[in-house]
């Protein structure tokens, strides 16, 4: 080396051993992570507030829609198919098929499908209208069925008559049943007229009806005899009784228009067919008759 040349000096620079700074690539990673949770969670939120109906219309609204109707050949939009008449290649069939279909095709028959999902709409439609009414019926039922138990309660001279009171929901309708107890009864002995114990519980079941607009039918039950044997006079007796028992409840403010049926059945209809000759046989069933709802004239019923 000459006098007058400076000396090169290679200054080597040893990074840290490990513990440096890795940058900000977990931020990324990490912002990612929570995005796809809230994704998620957002999803699930969907999922459960959204109800069955949504949920098949989103599914429909995705789903792929079908380019080619026919599975035949390669799926594509020939489909395996020569080309008609009028393209380059004239050999196949289909020209021919197309040109015999509208001949061939029905025109009754888009009425037929038309017809069809119209009246399978208005059975579900009226199925509906029937269920809803039914529901508000029996709603309506166990409120009056309810509001009578609470008079029963409310009132001093009824409560020590509530056994003698029966309510139950039948296929017929709301049954309110008078019933005999041993030495409790709510007609005297072989007497058709009902005693002060029994159109006291007929007045308050007046009450009752008179919440609702439904038709009425009574009927009268007697009991058999001691030795189970059925005389002829229950007949008369037990329509006598219910008659009688039709008297109260329209003096008690029932309109005559609402009573639609009263007949005696005598001991052919038993409250306990173990045994016909107990007390409880002997009874007055009043009934709120369920009504047949009210639908259009075109339901097809």
């Known amino acids: 080396m000459s006098v007058g040349d400076q000396p090169i000096v290679i200054k080597k620079i040893k990074k840290g051993g490990g513990h440096g700074h890795h940058g900000g690539a977990w931020k990324v990673a990490y912002a990612d992570f929570v995005t796809a949770m809230m994704a998620f969670f957002l999803l699930m939120w969907l999922i459960n507030t959204t109800s069955p109906e949504q949920k098949r219309g989103i599914a429909d609204y995705f789903a792929p829609a079908s380019v ?41 028959d888009g009425r037929n499908r038309d017809a069809s999902k119209s009246d ?70 072989g007497s058709a007229q009902p005693n002060d114990r029994a159109k006291l519980l007929l007045r308050a079941v007046s009450k009752v009806i008179n919440q ?25 007796l037990s329509a ?5 028992s039709r008297r109260v409840l329209q003096g008690s403010g029932v309109e005559a228009d609402r009573i639609y049926q009263v007949s005696g059945k005598a001991t052919s209809e038993p409250l306990y067919p173990d045994d016909p000759t107990l007390p409880g046989n002997r009874r007055i069933a009043i009934v709120l008759l369920r009504e047949a709802p009210v639908l259009p004239q075109d339901a097809g019923l």
Request: proline share 4%; hydrophobic share 35%; glycine share 10%.
């Open 120 to 189: 399978s709409l208005e059975a579900a439609s009226t199925q509906a209208l029937r269920d809803a009414l039914q529901k508000r019926e029996e709603a309506a039922f166990a409120s009056a069925a309810q509001s009578l138990r609470q008079a029963l309660q409310d009132m001093p001279e009824l409560a020590e008559l509530s056994k003698n009171i029966l309510i139950d929901q039948t296929p017929e309708g709301l049954r309110i049943q008078l019933v005999d107890q041993e030495g409790r009864s709510m007609f005297n002995q």
């Open 240 to 244: 006598a009784r219910a008659d009688a």
């Open 68 to 108: 080619s109707e026919t599975t035949s050949g390669a799926g594509g939009i020939l489909g395996g198919n020569a080309l008609g008449a009028d393209g380059s290649k004239s050999a196949g069939a289909s020209a021919i098929i197309e040109e015999l279909a509208p001949d061939s095709r029905n025109p009754n």
């Open 212 to 236: 609702l607009p439904n038709r009425v039918s009574i009927y009268g039950h007697t009991s058999a005899n001691s030795g189970g044997a059925k005389s002829e006079a229950d007949w008369p």
